[in-house]
């Protein structure tokens, strides 16, 4: 049974920084791609960032290139997803998902999903 637990979200000012971990058990990362999602009330999910943890290739969002970074421990079954400055776009429900996309940033190409985490940035 795979399943992906999310952690890290928390209140952060703005220009502050967070480190999310999703932590995979049931699957073996090095061949999965990992996912980052994020949600806001009223919004559609949005492509954060993903990594093909077999060849350490990223991928981000234009709207958090340079700010976030993702990384993974194959050896922890962890991936992460380092954010820093922090804006007010930025807050929502942040899940990261596996599976084998074509296309990494985008959800529906995922087959299996954490519950999520909440992100709040506010001064």
């Known amino acids: 049974q795979v399943q992906l637990v999310e952690s890290g979200g928390g209140l952060v000012q703005p220009g502050g920084s967070l480190r999310l971990s999703c932590t995979a058990s049931?699957?073996?990362?090095?061949?999965?791609?990992i996912g980052w999602f994020r949600q806001a009330p009223g919004k559609d999910r949005e492509g954060v960032s993903g990594?093909?943890?077999?060849?350490?290739?990223?991928f981000y969002a234009n709207s958090v290139k340079g700010r976030f970074t993702i990384s993974s421990d194959n050896a922890e079954n962890t991936v992460y997803l380092q954010m820093n400055s922090l804006k007010p776009e930025d807050p929502a429900v942040y899940y990261c998902?596996?599976?084998?996309?074509?296309?990494?940033?985008?959800?529906?190409?995922?087959?299996?999903w954490g519950q999520g985490t909440q992100v709040t940035v506010s001064s």
């Open positions: 049931g699957l073996t990362l090095g061949s999965y791609a």
């Open positions: 990594i093909k943890t077999g060849d350490g290739s990223t």
């Open positions: 998902a596996a599976g084998f996309p074509d296309l990494v940033l985008f959800a529906a190409e995922y087959d299996y």
